[in-house]
């Protein structure tokens, strides 16, 4: 447990291309903290990050990091080294849940819900079908996500996912709607049903402004949402994850059960953000979410004195 006196750092920027969105992750994070009574020091993450935790002599961190380095289990690795508890998910889990390959292969024991056919390539090649959605293993914020539905288009979403990671994970295109399921400390919160006016929930969709509706508790079927967080919550505790976390699931048209697509460490944490929106449909504010979720800042302990 973080004892209220203590200071704490929010880590954000980082080196990823998720950069911008994590400094408003980290602006809306700190300024809830401060809003809280703690005494708070914004750290903006580069290479300079060990120097930086020793001169602000923080005694545990918030992590508002997205991306490479930041949510794939790097900094919390250093993290743990150097003794400082952080929120969220642990090494392990964060750096298999950020690899979109190893979280199938994770959850797909544990889940009830289907996985898409899929497909993991390495070089230009020949479509395993059509329609299909064309990403790079790691990454977020839909950076580098296609939809392919020719053979031309399939070649240049490849080429523009392998230009980012050296694995891409092709998958079956499922028409259908977007749901996500928030995961606090184990817990499912409502389903946040994800409605862009695009047809795509792309980088785009998610940050601009009235470009996405959004309803919360979704308008889905009742078994459809239940699944879904069920699977969420199977997700979680098979990677072994901490904190908040969020997943994503795609319900089918034909009505079939919902397709896990992903499991976020790290999801978007301002005021509007998705998983915020659903803890505050169960009352949890936000400033009350940040810092119960900084409440449950871990480490472990060494194994010599």
Same mark, same amino acid.
């Given at each position: 447990?973080?004892?209220?006196?203590?200071?704490?750092?929010?880590?954000?920027?980082?080196?990823?291309?998720?950069?911008?969105?994590?400094?408003?992750?980290?602006?809306?994070?700190?300024?809830?903290?401060?809003?809280?009574?703690?005494?708070?020091?914004?750290?903006?993450?580069?290479?300079?990050?060990?120097?930086?935790? @020793?001169?602000?002599?923080?005694?545990? @961190?918030?992590?508002?990091?997205?991306?490479?380095?930041? &949510?794939?289990?790097?900094?919390?690795?250093?993290?743990?080294?150097?003794?400082?508890?952080? #929120?969220?998910?642990?090494?392990?889990?964060?750096?298999?849940?950020?690899?979109?390959?190893?979280?199938?292969?994770?959850?797909?024991?544990?889940? &009830?819900?289907?996985?898409?056919?899929?497909?993991? @390539?390495?070089?230009?090649? &020949?479509?395993?079908?059509? !329609?299909?959605?064309?990403?790079?293993?790691?990454?977020?914020?839909?950076?580098?996500?296609?939809?392919?539905? +020719?053979?031309?288009?399939?070649? +240049?979403?490849?080429? +523009?996912?392998?230009?980012?990671?050296?694995?891409?994970? @092709?998958? &079956?295109?499922?028409?259908?709607?977007?749901?996500?399921?928030?995961?606090?400390?184990?817990?499912?919160?409502?389903?946040?049903?994800?409605?862009?006016?695009?047809?795509?929930?792309?980088?785009?969709?998610?940050?601009?402004?009235?470009?996405?509706?959004?309803?919360? !508790?979704?308008?889905?079927?009742?078994?459809?949402?239940?699944?879904?967080?069920?699977?969420?919550?199977?997700?979680?505790?098979?990677?072994?994850?901490?904190?908040?976390?969020?997943?994503?699931?795609?319900?089918?048209?034909?009505?079939?059960?919902?397709?896990?697509?992903?499991?976020? +460490?790290?999801?978007?944490? #301002?005021?509007?953000?998705?998983?915020?929106?659903?803890?505050?449909?169960?009352?949890?504010?936000?400033?009350?979410?940040?810092?119960?979720?900084?409440?449950?800042?871990?480490?472990?302990?060494?194994?010599?004195?």
């Amino acid at each position: 447990m973080v004892d209220k006196g203590s200071r704490v750092g929010v880590l954000m920027g980082g080196l990823s291309t998720e950069r911008d969105i994590s400094m408003k992750s980290g602006k809306a994070v700190s300024k809830a903290l401060k809003a809280r009574g703690w005494d708070v020091v914004d750290i903006e993450v580069g290479r300079d990050l060990p120097a930086k935790l @020793v001169d602000t002599g923080v005694k545990a @961190v918030w992590v508002a990091l997205h991306g490479r380095f930041g &949510e794939d289990g790097c900094v919390q690795g250093l993290l743990e080294v150097m003794g400082i508890p952080y #929120t969220g998910c642990g090494v392990r889990a964060s750096a298999v849940a950020m690899d979109k390959i190893a979280t199938k292969r994770a959850v797909a024991p544990f889940s &009830e819900v289907r996985l898409a056919r899929d497909s993991v @390539v390495t070089a230009v090649g &020949e479509a395993p079908f059509l !329609p299909a959605v064309v990403k790079p293993a790691v990454g977020g914020s839909t950076i580098g996500i296609s939809i392919a539905r +020719t053979a031309a288009e399939y070649r +240049t979403a490849l080429e +523009t996912a392998l230009a980012l990671d050296a694995y891409v994970l @092709v998958e &079956e295109y499922v028409q259908g709607e977007e749901i996500t399921v928030a995961v606090l400390e184990g817990e499912a919160l409502p389903v946040v049903r994800i409605v862009p006016k695009s047809g795509f929930f792309d980088f785009e969709a998610k940050y601009t402004q009235g470009m996405t509706d959004y309803e919360v !508790p979704g308008n889905i079927a009742p078994a459809a949402a239940e699944s879904a967080q069920r699977a969420a919550v199977a997700a979680y505790k098979a990677l072994g994850c901490g904190g908040l976390c969020r997943a994503d699931f795609i319900v089918p048209s034909d009505g079939s059960a919902p397709v896990f697509l992903e499991i976020n +460490t790290i999801p978007g944490m #301002t005021a509007t953000s998705l998983s915020p929106m659903a803890a505050g449909a169960t009352g949890i504010g936000f400033e009350e979410l940040v810092e119960r979720i900084l409440l449950h800042a871990h480490c472990m302990s060494p194994e010599v004195g």
